[in-house]
């Protein structure tokens, strides 16, 4: 579920003035402050807000989302990686934002002696969003956005919020954030692959089990937060993986030169 905050005059609306007023427009915001719950219902006065807040908490939930960072993404530039996984047919239309949203702004004027968190700073998918289609059956939807960072941003104050909303009415059918800090240094050491092309993951998404091929080495299966999972020695052939749980992993083989290499993969259990 998303809660949606909208004040022109914030000094977090300023933070990227075209951007949010494109998202005032889409919901059609005519005055200040409005509140709205998943898009679906306008929540202001705040009397009504705890009723569409336990409605929409009521309604399952189908859609996941994970985000992994390309190798060498860093603190000023990279590429990640968007898994939209459903085990049900959505059977419908959506797009799908990601934002860098800031916390620590400090308020000026009237608001002077105050901080403002969660500003947008930008949309990876643009202000409209990428629109992506799921069809009435399970799937897996990937996607990926490039994504720079202004050196006047501060780092270590950044987050990601990404949503999935409908097209047709407005409704969020996942969100999912995360401290920036904590998904571009995953605890894997992202260094050079200097072997292109040695690694390669049969199937994406890879139902019940990890299958991959690769040169001599020895390949890794981690968890998206850095933990290590297995490991297994490779000798020009191919290697199985089988969490115990559906997620995004990263495979990655080390040869006995000490080159890289790192693939990701989505597993449906």
């Given at each position: 579920m998303?809660?949606?905050?909208?004040s022109?005059?914030?000094p977090v609306?300023?933070?990227?003035?075209?951007?949010?007023?494109?998202?005032?427009?889409?919901y059609g915001?005519?005055?200040?402050?409005t509140l709205?719950v998943?898009?679906l219902?306008?929540?202001?006065?705040?009397s009504?807000?705890?009723?569409y807040?336990d409605t929409r908490?009521?309604v399952?939930?189908?859609?996941?989302?994970?985000?992994?960072p390309e190798?060498g993404s860093?603190s000023?530039?990279?590429?990640?990686?968007?898994?939209l996984?459903?085990?049900?047919?959505?059977?419908?239309?959506?797009s799908i934002?990601s934002?860098?949203?800031?916390?620590?702004?400090?308020g000026t004027g009237v608001y002077a002696?105050?901080e403002?968190?969660?500003a947008l700073?930008w949309n990876?998918f643009?202000?409209?969003?990428?629109?992506?289609?799921f069809?009435s059956?399970?799937?897996?939807?990937?996607?990926?956005?490039d994504?720079?960072i202004?050196?006047?941003w501060?780092?270590?104050?950044l987050y990601l919020?990404?949503?999935?909303q409908?097209?047709v009415?407005?409704e969020i059918?996942?969100s999912?954030?995360?401290?920036?800090?904590d998904?571009v240094?995953?605890g894997i050491?992202?260094?050079s692959e200097n072997?292109?092309g040695s690694l390669f993951?049969?199937?994406?998404?890879?139902f019940g089990?990890?299958?991959?091929?690769?040169?001599?080495g020895?390949v890794?299966?981690?968890?998206?937060?850095?933990?290590l999972?297995d490991?297994a020695?490779?000798?020009s052939g191919?290697g199985?993986f089988?969490?115990?749980?559906?997620g995004?992993?990263?495979?990655?083989?080390?040869?006995?030169?000490?080159?890289y290499?790192?693939?990701?993969?989505?597993?449906?259990?």
């Open positions: 998303a809660i949606h905050f909208a022109s005059t914030d609306y300023q933070a990227n003035p075209a951007q949010h007023a494109a998202r005032r427009s889409y915001i005519n005055a200040t402050p709205q998943d898009g219902y306008d929540a202001w006065p705040l009504t807000f705890q009723g807040y908490m009521a399952p939930c189908y859609l996941d989302i994970d985000i992994t190798p860093s000023s530039e990279g590429t990640l990686n968007f898994a996984a459903t085990d049900v047919g959505l059977d419908t239309e959506a934002h934002m860098i949203n800031e916390c620590g702004i400090p002696g105050s403002f968190n969660y700073r990876l643009g202000a409209d969003g990428t629109t992506v289609v069809g059956s399970s799937e897996t939807i990937n996607i990926s956005a994504y720079t202004d050196p006047s501060d780092w270590d104050e919020t990404t949503f999935v409908s097209n009415n407005h059918l996942n999912h954030m995360v401290k920036l800090t998904l240094t995953t050491e992202h260094q072997v292109p993951v049969v199937n994406s998404p890879a089990a990890i299958t991959f091929s690769a040169t001599s020895t890794s299966l981690f968890s998206l937060d850095g933990r999972m490991s020695p490779v000798s191919q199985t089988t969490p115990e749980a559906s995004l992993y990263i495979l990655r083989l080390e040869t006995p030169q000490g080159d290499a790192n693939r990701t993969v989505v597993l449906v259990k």
